[in-house]
């Protein structure tokens, strides 16, 4: 089963290479993987999607992220409300004839053309796994000349505030 965690950790050199031996040290297999900086430059976002085939192997996961230098929380989002999101470039072989044809058929996937060359034509996608795999299909009957995923990054959704929750100030 496909997992999403997400793991704060101190930008540092080597912090990347000692998460990732550890999976490979443990055969789990990473599908993905995304690693960027917060909202604070000396902290760092890693997220995964990782395969594995029992709750107990997610869980020791966790356990040895938990264990790494410069770990600072690691999280199982899999099953909570998050915002995910995935980049796709699909270079394209295309003619002249066929780009107003290929920017029909990427219309719908709010997608962006960014490139054009003489045989070719640079797309750009955002979403979900499948809205991308769909495009994807589509754009394989004109030839893919090369093409570029980032792999997921997610985090939880922003808390709801309920009518419960909500406090009332009077000013006098």
Not at 3 to 27: C, D, E, K, P
Not at 29 to 44: D, K, L, Q, Y
Not at 132 to 148: Q, S, T, V
């Amino acid at each position: 089963m496909k997992r999403i965690i997400t793991a704060t950790v101190n930008n540092v050199s080597g912090v990347l290479n000692r998460v990732t031996g550890m999976f490979a040290r443990r055969n789990y297999n990473i599908e993905s993987i995304t690693v960027g900086h917060t909202e604070n430059p000396a902290i760092s976002r890693m997220t995964f999607v990782v395969v594995v085939d029992s709750e107990e192997s997610i869980e020791q996961v966790i356990k040895q992220l938990n264990k790494q230098i410069d770990v600072l929380k690691v999280s199982d989002i899999t099953d909570e409300s998050i915002v995910s999101r995935e980049l796709a470039l699909i270079k394209v072989f295309s003619t002249a004839q066929q780009r107003s044809e290929i920017a029909a058929v990427i219309n719908p996937f709010r997608a962006l053309i960014i490139d054009v060359g003489r045989e070719s034509m640079t797309v750009q996608v955002t979403g979900d796994q499948e809205k991308i795999g769909a495009l994807i299909d589509l754009l394989h009957p004109y030839g893919i000349k090369e093409l570029a995923r980032t792999g997921i990054t997610a985090f939880k959704r922003g808390q709801k505030v309920s009518n419960n929750d909500q406090r009332v100030v009077l000013i006098n």
